[in-house]
């Protein structure tokens, strides 16, 4: 089988679920499930329990990770109603802040436009203002990036008409990014009958129609991230499943099985995955930092040997024509051969020395 290196992929949209749900994930099983994709860097969202939304949470969950990680992680601040000032004063320890303007995680969502308008006063920009925003409500952001001129990532766009408003926002040189996740990528609404509640997710999955608006304009699209939101098999399984499914292990894989079939140029899986996510956060790529990725196959994905600690994966039973052999991170052999090396706490936290 021929291998080839590729640099280290970075997702800059993940749940890690640590404090406060580590039954399904934390930093140490999370970063696992990232090095065994070839996943060197990690941005973890605010939605935990408690929400990173002050000071005394977030170096919680800093000392968390500390302990814990294995690769690079870095965590959002949370925004609401309430904490605009105190978010901006965490900006330079923080990836960024999270805004959670649609149906989603309830005490972060944020409804009140006064309070959205002081987010966007408050918050430097050094990095993006990160946001979870569908349908109608992207043109309501695109609205305040032009009045504030505050540079906004879209997450987890899904929808043919977001891409093409954003799109549009870009042609007239708006700063604004935006991320597609592999699961909006490479399933639709069809394939609900056949995962059941592990189909369900936020953004839910689109019509085949959205899809191939998203592949037909991948040149737009600054980002590939997984928005890895895991949950047991007992939950999903429950009468009401929480939404989300995990992605670490999948992104690279699936991606470059796109690009063995022709779908896209090794070249744009690189950016989708690596360049672009780093360039969105200003993210500086680790030195001696590489992916060795074994093309051929096929291999099929399987729930099997996975590092996740929710141990199930939306993609179970699709070919792919690529997968991670060796992931090496500043000169270490963090994952080789199904076994990752890195021991939990060997990671770096990022930011955490800027000044408050």
Known sequence: MATMRLPGAADIHVHLRDPGETHKEDFASGTAAALAGGV??????????????????????????????????????????ENPEVAAALAPRAAGLK??????????????????LRHFQAWPGHRPIA??????????VLGLVALFRQPVHFCHISRREEILLIRRAKERGLPVTCEV???????????LPRLGPFGHMRPPLATRADQEALWANLPVIDAVATDHAPHTIEEK??????????????MLPLMLTAVAEGRLPLEEAVRL????????????????????????????ISREGLF??????????????????????????????????APP????????????
């Open 308 to 341: 996740t600690r929710c141990g199930w994966t939306p993609f179970e039973g699709m070919t792919v024509r690529a997968r991670v052999r060796r992931t090496v991170l500043e000169g270490r052999v963090v994952f080789e051969d199904g076994e990752v090396r």
């Open 273 to 300: 995955t690596a360049t672009g996510p780093r360039r969105i956060y200003r993210l500086l790529e680790p030195p001696e930092t590489w992916v060795e990725v074994e093309w051929g196959g096929p291999w099929t």
């Open 181 to 191: 996740t592999p699961h909006h990528l490479f399933l639709t609404e069809e394939d």
């Open 99 to 116: 805004l959670y303007l649609d149906a989603t995680y309830g005490p972060l969502r944020l409804e009140n436009l006064a309070a959205i």
């Open 345 to 356: 706490g060997s990671g770096r936290v990022l930011f955490i020395d800027a000044s408050p």
């Open 40 to 81: 060197v860097t990690v941005l973890a969202m605010p939605n935990t329990r408690p929400p990173l939304t002050d000071p005394t949470a977030f170096r919680e969950a800093v000392r968390h990770a500390q302990a814990k990680a294995r690769c690079e992680v870095g965590l959002f601040i949370g925004g609401t109603s």
């Open 131 to 140: 946001v979870h925003a569908e349908g109608r409500t992207v043109a309501m």
């Open 237 to 250: 399984q429950s009468p009401h499943p929480p939404p989300g499914v995990p992605g670490l292990e999948t």
